[in-house]
Structure formats: C-alpha cells, structure tokens
C-alpha cells in the first residue's frame, strides 16, 4: 500500500492526484464527468494513475452532490418539525440588510412550503430549563404524515435546544422508532448548537434537504471501491477545509456542502507554505465556475456562518465566491452588447471545439481563435479540439454584433477577466483587503490561462501556477487535516465570565474533540485542538471569533482584560475602528480538533530535454506576437513573455512583457508587469 490519491469531481472534468510514498513522484490525471453516473467518471480517472486500487493506503475525494441538488433544486422532500407557535420562524426568515432599498428584492424560496412544517407543544426557556414537557403524541403524528406521504427526511428545530437538546434527543428518538433508517431525521442541535432560531433552522433544513443524495453517494462509493479491493476508508473534504471519513459524513452529510472547491484553498495553504507563508488569493476557474478564496498569514479565511444560495447556514466555512465563469460559459449578444456567462455549455455538449455538437461560441473557442489553446495537446492530448467550429461559433457572435471575429474572441476573454477581477474584489477590496499585497494562486483547468490578465486588472504582481493546476483542488486535498468543529453556548457579560467555569467549558470540548479525532483513526501524537471564542461589544447583534491559546488560558490572571485588547484589535482590523472602553459580552465557546497527516514531500522536478518549441501567431492586443509553445516539463531557467506552457492538466498564458521562472516546488512564478 504505497499510494495516497485524492479526487476533485467538476461539473466537465475529474481530477486525480497520486503521490507515490516510496519514490515521491507525483502524478495527475484527468478524465471527462459523467453527469448520469459521477461514479463512472471517478472510476475512469482513477485508472489513469493506479492500476490496483488495493495498493491505495489513502484516499479522498471532494463531492459536490449536495451542493448540486440545492443549486438545481432537486434534492429531498422535508417536513419540519418546530416549538408550537414557532411554525412560521423558518417562512418569515429574515430581511436583507444589504439590499434593503432594492425594490426588486425577493428571499430565496423557502425549501419547506408552510404545508410541511408542523409543530408540536413543549417549551423551553432561554436557560435550557422546561416550561413544559414536550408534547410526543405531536411528534408520533408527525412521524405518521412523514411515512404515509412519502417525505424522505425530517429536520426538527425546537426552541432552545441549543441550550438544552433534551426535547429534540426525544423527538429523534420517537421519529427514528417510528419511521426506521430509510427516512432521514436532523436535529438542529447536531447540525448546529449555536443560537439565533432562524439560522439555527435553515441549518437542519439544508442538511435534511440534501442529506439523501450525499448519503446515497457516499455509501454507493464506498460499495464499489471495496467491491474493487479498496482497503482503506474513504476521506471526505468538508467546507471548513478539513477532512472525515464518509461514514461520519453519511451523519452529517451538511458538511460536505462545499467540499470539492474547498480543496482549492487548502491547495492555496500548502503552497503558501512551501512558499514561506503570506497571503494567498486563490482562484479556480473550471469549466463552470469560477472560485475565489483567500489564505491569510498561511491559513484558510474560514467563517462561523455563511449564506449559500441565500440559506443561512451555521457551520465553519471556508469563505468562497462563486461565479458563473469558466471555459465552458457562452458568449451571446444582449442588448446590442457583448456578455459572458453564466450560463455554461457543460460537459456535453460543450464548447464548440469539442466537437460534441455544440455550437454557441465560449471562453474556451475565443482562447483557441486566439492562439492560446494548442488544439492537438489540449488536457495532456486527452482531446484534440476542432478549430473550424471554433472560428465558426465566433464569427456567428461576431457577425451578430458587428465586429472583427478576432476583435470579438479577445472581447470574450477580456469581458470574462473583468467579471473574475470583480469576483475577487467583493472578497478583498469590498472588506478592506488590499490585492495587492496579495499573490495570486491560479489553479484549476483555465485558471492559469487567465491568471496574468486578471492580475494585471487588479495591480497584482506576483502570480504562482503550481505544479498539476487542473487538479491542484485534488493535491489540496491530500494536504489537508481531519478537522472537527465543536461548539457550546456561553452567554456571560465581561464582569459575570468566570474563568474557571470558562476553562471547564473548554477542557470538556477539548477531551470532546480528541475522542471524536481518535474515532477517525488519527494517532494520539497527531491530535492538537485549538480554542477560540465569539465576542461583541454589549449591544451589538454579530460577533466575531478570538483566538484562545489553550483551554487553561480563561484561568489565568488578568485574562479578562487581555482578551477584550485582542476583541478591540480584531474589531480594528475588521471595521477599521473600536471602542475599548465599553464592556464585551462572550457569546459561543469554539473548540477544534486537528488530526494531521503526513504531507507529500514530492521528488523534486527535472527538466527533461528540452526540444526546439512550436512557434505560432498568438494574438494579444489586437496584435498578432509570434510565440513559442513550451512543454512546462521542459522549462528550466527565466522565460520571457509571449509565451504560451502546455501541461497535461492546464494551460499557462504569460502575454508579453511578463516574466515567468521555475521554482524549486516546480511552480511556475510569473512576475505581471502593469500596462
């Protein structure tokens, strides 16, 4: 057992990274998805790097199941379970506050119509304390409605059981009796034992609206891998950027919601450590989409809470940006003017040049119009593009807006960078980040084509390609950590904490957090579990999250006062301002559980015999550059821009006056110069 192998399933391609332990060597593949049968695709990929999956001692994948079926609406058929007189919490949801004088403004749809959601008697106060015994005949009733129509999970949210879950522990209990393992049961306090009712909700209806389909997956995977002599367990990412086994992600399947871009980020952390730490902005641009996210001082930018299709979700979260741009998004006219995504060929039929019947012009046909794309080596020579129908879709467009076919390619690509320029700037510039200060991580399988002319848009200068940038996602992956999240309500104002109370709380998290590690089979040397707490000025409605050393701090003196600095200068760095003299309230305890692995210490790369590079006319400007196209296994030394590196995963565009040099990880540094 000598391979540990990782896998990014995308909307058009399926990457696989294998890191050989003995030897070091590193090899990526790719294969083409397969929407009717994902496992088809994965299978596919696989045998293109291990021949003998039993010889596999580590393996994981990213799975965007769960997030499809909320993207596409297709996922389970829920009723809800709530407090009586709460029924309407999750319908009334909350205003927007960002777009509060949008007079077109609507709330996403619920994903529970007010039909299915029922109630049932039993109260708890604010303190966890019963008001009255929970009402079980109600919950039988439910039960029975949930068999007899056919719903496929059932999310409870009672009120206060963040505080005290006992009234849910005994509704699961009763719905799981009576409905038995084919129905889904959530229960919000499981999915998230944090307050604010509504949020808190939306939760446990999200993880029981997609919990089926990723549940389905998983145990399908997991059957046909063993069926293959698969030996080990199956890995999953989570959005935190932390890894766990598929069977505790079939229980909280929720997790897995952004798991497969997320690999891109923890891709991101890796490289900025092998590039001496920093701030990282990481961009993966596919066939679909395009991803954005940020390492910051060499760790992931992770939030408590986010919102996703306009869902409130509670659960640490990688904070990504998601756009509709990739090199499969269509160009049409609108209005007389030129536009760019969202919507996407796919993987079938595809852009033009594919050649599998599609016929509207995209990123991919302006890339290969211009030159940028080598038609005979596109994906390692996984597929050789048709040029004709290409230059066809173009002129089409072209025709219809009046315009020069090469004049109209190089307006697609521009308009494209524009829109993923933008992307990047709601990420930094619209939280008071600066770009600039950042470098640009280009991944995914058009990433690098596009890296340098989306950093020159944003005055960035320092662009870095790693090694295998069509499947560094699934490279991400191998260098990530199990991680678990724990969490326990603990409201006090400044002068009420106890700090001993506040370490007790923490230690009992702790043991908590490296029982659940050990259950994930990591080695005791391999455990460590960091503390952090949510914090707000006495009044304030949102928090943010402060750093702990250890669970003993809380009990040390003059700790109270050293930790509302740390509030005000977090509170600084965020707003831009702060007020130490008011007192601070504690909100949430936060305990996580890092596992590590040991990380791929790849052979180094050794330039091959680097053989006279094809010459052709590139066009940048307007202009036409003659420009080399270079094998990226070749390169050795400084290369000047124009110039065009194929690889078996990417393409990299360096346009001219960039400078481009091979460090010694094997990624290709590119120094963008500004127009």
Not at 244 to 254: D, E, F, T
Not at 293 to 319: C, F, K, Q, T
Not at 326 to 340: F, I, K, P, Q, T
Not at 425 to 452: D, I, N, Q, Y
Request: hydrophobic content about 45%; glycine content about 12%; some cysteine.
């Amino acid at each position: 057992m000598t391979y540990r192998v990782a896998m990014d399933i995308g909307g058009t391609f399926t990457d696989v990274v294998c890191y050989d332990e003995r030897s070091g060597a590193v090899v990526a593949a790719k294969a083409p998805s397969t929407p009717g049968d994902l496992a088809e695709g994965v299978f596919n990929a696989l045998g293109r790097v291990v021949a003998e999956p039993a010889r596999i001692s580590f393996f994981v994948h990213g799975t965007t199941q769960g997030l499809n079926a909320l993207l596409e609406r297709k996922g389970a058929r829920v009723l809800l379970l709530t407090s009586g007189g709460a029924r309407d919490v999750y319908q009334i949801a909350r205003g927007n506050r960002e777009r509060m004088f949008d007079l077109r403004y609507r709330k996403p749809v619920p994903l529970v119509p007010r039909a299915d959601i029922m109630e049932a008697a039993g109260r708890l106060d604010w303190r966890g304390e019963e008001l009255t015994p929970l009402d079980e005949p109600a919950v039988r009733h439910a039960a029975r409605r949930a068999r007899e129509e056919g719903f496929d999970a059932v999310a409870v949210s009672l009120l206060f059981s963040y505080a005290n879950p006992a009234h849910e522990i005994r509704a699961g209990q009763i719905l799981r009796e009576e409905l038995g393992p084919d129905v889904l049961v959530v229960l919000s306090h499981e999915v998230a034992r944090e307050w604010r009712e509504y949020e808190r909700t939306s939760s446990a209806v999200l993880e029981a609206y997609t919990g089926p389909v990723v549940r389905r997956y998983l145990a399908g995977i997991q059957e046909r891998f063993a069926g293959r002599g698969l030996g080990v367990p199956v890995h999953v990412m989570q959005s935190s950027g932390g890894l766990v086994n598929a069977g505790y992600a079939m229980r909280r399947p929720l997790q897995t919601l952004l798991s497969g871009p997320v690999g891109g980020t923890m891709g991101g952390v890796a490289a900025a450590r092998l590039l001496g730490g920093g701030n990282a902005i990481c961009v993966d641009m596919g066939g679909t989409s395009f991803d954005v996210s940020l390492v910051v001082g060499g760790r992931p930018d992770v939030s408590a809470e986010a919102r996703i299709e306009g869902y409130p979700v509670l659960m640490p979260i990688v904070n990504l940006h998601t756009i509709g741009a990739g090199g499969g998004s269509l160009a049409y006219a609108e209005a007389g003017a030129l536009r760019v995504g969202p919507e996407s060929a796919g993987a079938v039929p595809g852009p033009a040049c594919y050649g599998r019947g599609g016929t509207r012009a995209t990123v991919t046909d302006a890339n290969l119009v211009l030159g940028r794309v080598d038609p005979a080596w596109f994906a390692g020579g996984l597929m050789t593009l048709d040029t004709g129908a290409a230059e066809r879709a173009i002129a089409d467009l072209a025709g219809e807006l009046g315009m020069e076919p090469l004049r109209l390619a190089e307006g697609v690509c521009e308009v494209a960078n524009a829109k993923m320029a933008q992307a990047i700037r709601t990420l930094t510039v619209e939280h008071g980040v600066e770009p600039r200060e950042f470098t640009l991580v280009a991944f995914g399988g058009a990433g690098a084509m596009h890296a340098a002319f989306i950093a020159r848009e944003l005055g960035i200068t320092d662009v870095v390609v790693p090694r295998f940038p069509g499947a560094f996602s699934a490279w991400g992956m191998l260098e990530a950590d199990v991680r678990r999240d724990l969490t326990h309500p603990f409201f006090r104002p400044q002068a009420g904490v106890d700090g001993g109370e506040m370490a007790a709380r923490l230690r009992e998290l702790e043991e908590q957090a490296l029982t659940a590690l050990a259950g994930q089979g990591v080695p005791e040397d391999r455990r460590r579990v960091e503390h952090a707490v949510d914090m707000r000025y006495e009044g304030q409605d949102y928090t943010l999250t402060i750093p702990l050393r250890d669970a003993a701090e809380p009990g040390e003196p003059g700790f109270l006062a050293a930790l509302a600095a740390r509030y005000a200068e977090a509170h600084t760095g965020r707003y831009g301002h702060a007020t130490p003299e008011a007192p601070v309230e504690l909100v949430m305890l936060r305990s996580t559980g890092f596992g590590t692995f040991p990380k791929t210490s790849a052979a180094p790369q050794v330039a091959g015999r680097a053989q006279a590079p094809a010459v052709r006319d590139v066009i940048f400007n307007g202009e036409a550059h003659r420009t080399p196209v270079l094998r990226r296994a070749d390169l050795d030394g400084e290369l000047a821009g124009p110039a065009i590196v194929v690889e078996e995963t990417a393409t990299t565009v360096i346009p001219p006056g960039c400078r481009a040099t091979v460090d010694v990880n094997g990624f290709l540094l590119i120094k963008v110069n500004s127009l």
